[in-house]
């Protein structure tokens, strides 16, 4: 069974205006497809061929003879979670056990807010800022290009995708105004809260 190109979890007009269609008629419908199609050749006729997305990951992470799968698989499962990290209606404070876990962790939402901007507008180049659970305790992180948590034993909560396809027809260069309408307008914390709940 290849690997799926999954549907957005909304309709592609949904989060206009900070999000518009235009936008995810290349972001979901070039970009994210071409992981999908340049893995599916990687490992179409190998044993890979069966191996659930997650086990592509972890198995070809820090093996520099399996960039191209690893890099294509990445981001594969980085693009459906970043979709799933943000619904109509978003953003603003997370409630409840996930607003008391990050007051504990960062000292409040604002404190929160102002270091996973930093994370995220401080990234050299392409890559993710993160809300991760790493060792049982919430961090704010960074990562380059296609790496995630999950190759870093890290479990992922709520991702931002700073590469500039992600942001460029909407926001220009302006990757700090895109940070801010995704955490004023965006972010899913019903999902980020779900994240938590199961984390292993
Ligand atoms: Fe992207």
Redesign the pocket.
Known sequence: MAIQLPPLPYPDTALEPYYSSKTFGF?HGK??KAYVDNLNKLIAGTPLEAKPLEELIVGSAGDAAKAGIFNNSA?VW??TF?WNCMRPGGGGRPQGNLAARIDGAFGGYEKFAEQFKAAAVGRFG?GWGWLTLDGGALKITSTANADTPMANRQTALLTV?V?E??YYLDYQNRRPDFIQAFLEHLVNWDFVAANLATAR
């Open positions: 972001h970009h994210h981001q980085n693009h970043f392409s995708d590469w396809h992600a």
